[in-house]
């Protein structure tokens, strides 16, 4: 158990109060600027407050560089707590500091506007974050979304992000049984030794050859789709003219996952490992005609026009940080604790209802982009709410001593964990859990996928838990909709149990003797079900996406020219119900923030 340092035994000395560096011009350039309750500070406070206030009040003053920490923006006794905001006007003010409101407020303030962040929370990165997960235990783990694929390298550099990703050497493993013998497919980036695992586990080549033949084909459709993401919204035939194969795009855009991959593969297990990326985070059959689930798989494999999906170094907390930076170090403030409470326009100027420490203030915009759901929106407009979306997904997050033994005695537990470890994925499985749970019962069988991050990243484990061969491992279950969670504890827990047990059919061992504890003695194990994450992240319904996955092109004339657009022209989404929008990407905020840019190319900094 972690020792908890002692006390100390008298409280720090305080520093003597620096003289304030606010001059009497400094002090009118504020009343100027409309700071009036700000210079009053500055000339009232005590030694100790007005200290802080001057410096703070000397750099707005004289226009330099604002540097200020994050932590005296959140909620707090700080002095800008009881400022709340430094402006009376912005040109942007963005609802929300997860990811995509980072990239839009990063932009926007490169490009000269004035932009203000408010964030309910007491930290930005919405559900992009790294944090300690387990009490005592010196690990930060990805809590929510834990890999990268989407997010565009034109964000990266046009930001001047520094981060690190890195490939993972293993695709995938999925463990299974045949003729009595413990066994896997191993897909890895190389290619004699995947062959080798197609044929030892089908009996033939047959099945590799399709393989390399689907992922061919959609990766023509991932050089070919996803550098539109970033461009204004196309409409279907410029789309399907730009992917310039009627065969091609029939396969992945008209008809369903389902029936293309009952043409192109014969094994079970094959099959399922491929509708895999057709369900994440999303409750829908192979078969469906919505076509939700070739949404879904289309986002899965164009990421990067690879399809890959990479390791953040550092969790993913790394890169919303460094957003975060990008943003502040470009000029925007950012103000955590600050719950956004109403949107009221007339289309040219927005009025923004804030809240913080139970205060109420109002601060004016030229355009309010809005890091939060489509629902979200509509209250904050008081508007009637979209038809609501369901997430259906368990997210687990685990701390290990050791990685498990493996039944099949063929792969390296190493290698199997590096990439996605699939479990109870063959496509009749995926098909009966979906058949259950439609039918109002959770899955009896549960499927889920597991990565070990630490095995491409140790960074995220202190270094005495990474010595001594520790390791971390993330679960995403599948086929579990919100409906069949009334919030009580019971679903969850016989969920949890029911997948760990379908997990334990291919381990040599337990996972439970494997789990490390934390500092209490609890097994180092958190679950996470759609109605835990609509309460800790207000994802509505639990849905990792906010709403069912979009095409990316226009589908209609109310679509807009970005897939950003409300019914207010200077009102836009910028979360990940936007067109185009789902996974760690950061493509709405750069989509909004470019619609932004065009309607108001000139507008330069307010005074």
Same mark, same amino acid.
């Given at each position: 158990?972690a020792?908890?340092?002692?006390a100390?035994a008298?409280g720090?000395k305080r520093?003597?109060?620096?003289p304030?560096r606010l001059s009497?011009?400094g002090f009118s350039?504020?009343?100027a600027?409309g700071l009036?309750?700000f210079?009053v500070?500055?000339a009232?406070?005590?030694d100790e407050?007005?200290?802080?206030?001057?410096?703070?009040?000397?750099s707005i003053?004289?226009e330099?560089p604002?540097t200020?920490?994050a932590?005296l923006l959140?909620p707090?006794?700080?002095v800008l707590?009881m400022?709340?905001?430094?402006?009376?006007?912005?040109?942007?003010v963005?609802v929300g +500091?997860?990811?995509?409101g980072?990239?839009s407020a990063?932009?926007l303030?490169?490009?000269g506007?004035r932009v203000?962040?408010?964030e309910r929370?007491g930290?930005?990165?919405g559900a992009a974050i790294?944090?300690?997960?387990?009490p005592g235990?010196?690990?930060?783990?990805?809590?929510?979304s834990?890999?990268?694929?989407?997010l565009p390298?034109k964000?990266v550099?046009?930001?001047g992000l520094?981060?690190?990703?890195r490939?993972?050497s293993?695709?995938s493993?999925?463990?299974t049984?045949?003729?009595?013998?413990d066994t896997g497919l191993?897909?890895t980036?190389d290619?004699?030794?995947?062959r080798e695992?197609?044929?030892r586990?089908t009996?033939s080549e047959r099945?590799?050859?399709?393989?390399?033949?689907f992922y061919g084909?959609?990766?023509?459709?991932a050089?070919?789709?996803?550098?539109?993401?970033t461009?204004?919204l196309?409409? &279907?035939?410029?789309?399907?003219?730009?992917?310039?194969?009627d065969?091609?795009w029939g396969?992945?855009?008209q008809?369903t996952?389902?029936e293309?991959?009952?043409?192109?593969?014969?094994?079970d297990?094959?099959?399922?490992v491929?509708l895999?990326?057709?369900?994440i985070g999303?409750f829908t059959?192979a078969w469906?005609?919505?076509?939700?689930?070739?949404r879904?798989?289309?986002?899965?494999v164009?990421g990067?026009?690879t399809?890959d999906w990479?390791?953040?170094?550092? +969790?993913?907390?790394?890169?919303?940080? &460094?957003?975060?930076r990008?943003?502040r170090?470009a000029g925007?403030?950012?103000?955590?604790?600050h719950e956004?409470?109403?949107?009221?326009?007339?289309?040219q100027?927005?009025?923004?209802?804030?809240?913080?420490?139970?205060r109420?203030a109002t601060v004016?915009?030229?355009?309010?982009?809005?890091?939060?759901s489509?629902e979200?929106?509509a209250?904050l407009?008081g508007?009637e709410?979209p038809?609501?979306? &369901?997430?259906a997904?368990?997210?687990?997050?685990?701390?290990l001593k050791?990685?498990p033994r493996l039944r099949?005695?063929?792969?390296?537990?190493?290698?199997?964990?590096?990439?996605?470890?699939?479990v109870t994925?063959?496509f009749?499985q995926?098909?009966?859990?979906y058949?259950?749970a439609?039918?109002?019962r959770?899955?009896?069988?549960?499927p889920?996928?597991i990565?070990?991050?630490s095995l491409?990243d140790?960074?995220i484990l202190g270094?005495?838990?990474?010595r001594?061969g520790?390791?971390t491992?993330t679960?995403?279950?599948l086929?579990t909709?919100?409906?069949l969670?009334?919030?009580?504890?019971?679903?969850?827990?016989?969920?949890l149990?029911?997948?760990v047990?379908?997990?334990?059919?291919?381990?040599?061992?337990p996972l439970?003797?494997c789990l490390?504890?934390?500092?209490d003695?609890?097994p180092c194990m958190e679950a996470?079900t759609?109605?835990?994450l609509?309460?800790d992240?207000?994802?509505p319904?639990g849905?990792i996406?906010?709403?069912?996955?979009?095409?990316?092109?226009?589908?209609?004339?109310?679509?807009?020219?970005?897939?950003v657009?409300?019914?207010?022209?200077?009102?836009l989404?910028?979360g990940?119900g936007?067109?185009?929008? +789902?996974?760690v990407?950061?493509?709405p905020?750069?989509n909004?923030?470019m619609a932004?840019l065009?309607a108001?190319?000139g507008?330069?900094?307010?005074?």
């Open positions: 158990m020792r908890r340092p002692a100390p008298a720090p520093a003597p109060a620096r304030s009497s011009r350039r504020l009343v600027l009036v309750g210079a500070i500055v009232t406070a005590g407050r007005r200290s802080e206030a001057a410096d703070l009040g000397a003053a004289n330099a604002w200020y920490p932590t959140g707090g006794p700080g707590g400022i709340m905001v430094l402006h009376r006007s912005y040109d942007a963005i +500091g997860g990811h995509n980072l990239v990063a932009y303030a490169r490009a506007r203000l962040v408010l929370l930290r930005t990165g790294s944090a300690p997960a387990f235990v010196d690990a930060r783990l990805s809590r929510y834990y890999l990268v694929s989407l390298r964000i550099d046009d930001l520094r981060f690190d990703l490939k993972r293993v695709s493993y999925t463990p049984e045949r003729r009595g013998r191993l897909v980036r290619a004699g030794r995947t695992s197609f044929a586990l009996g099945e590799f050859a399709a393989w390399q033949d084909k959609a990766a023509h459709v050089e070919r789709v996803f550098p539109t993401l461009a204004p196309p409409t &279907e035939d410029e789309l399907r003219e730009r992917v310039g194969d065969r091609i396969m992945f855009f008809q996952l389902g293309t991959i009952e043409q192109t593969f014969t094994d297990l094959v099959r399922g491929v895999t990326d057709g369900l999303t059959s469906a005609e919505d076509l939700r689930q070739n879904c798989f289309l986002y899965h164009i990067g026009g399809g990479d390791v953040p170094v550092g +969790g993913m907390g790394a890169l919303t940080d &460094e957003l975060a990008a943003a170090e925007a403030e950012i103000l955590t604790g956004v409470t109403a949107i009221a326009t007339d289309g100027r927005a009025e923004v209802t804030y809240q913080h420490e139970q109420t004016d915009a030229g355009h309010v982009l809005v890091n939060a489509p979200a929106l209250d407009l508007q709410r038809e609501p979306a &369901e997430g997904q368990l997210k687990v997050n685990m701390l050791r990685l099949d005695t063929g792969v390296d537990p190493r290698e199997a964990f590096a990439g996605t470890f699939h994925e063959s009749e995926l098909e009966a859990a058949a259950e439609a039918a109002g959770l899955p009896s069988q549960p889920s996928e990565y070990c991050h491409s140790p960074s270094e005495a838990l990474a001594e520790y390791q491992l679960l995403f279950g086929h909709p919100a409906r969670f009334d919030g009580s504890g019971d679903e969850k827990a016989r969920l149990a029911a997948t047990a379908q997990l334990d059919r291919y381990l040599a061992e439970a003797d490390a504890t934390d500092g003695g609890a996470k759609p109605v835990d609509e309460r992240l207000r994802l319904g849905n996406f906010h709403r069912d996955l979009s095409w990316p092109f226009r589908t209609d004339a109310a679509t807009g020219r970005w897939g657009e409300t019914g207010h022209p200077n009102v989404l910028c990940a936007a067109v185009r929008g +789902g996974g990407s950061g493509i905020g750069h909004a923030a932004v065009e108001r190319p507008v330069g900094p307010r005074t």
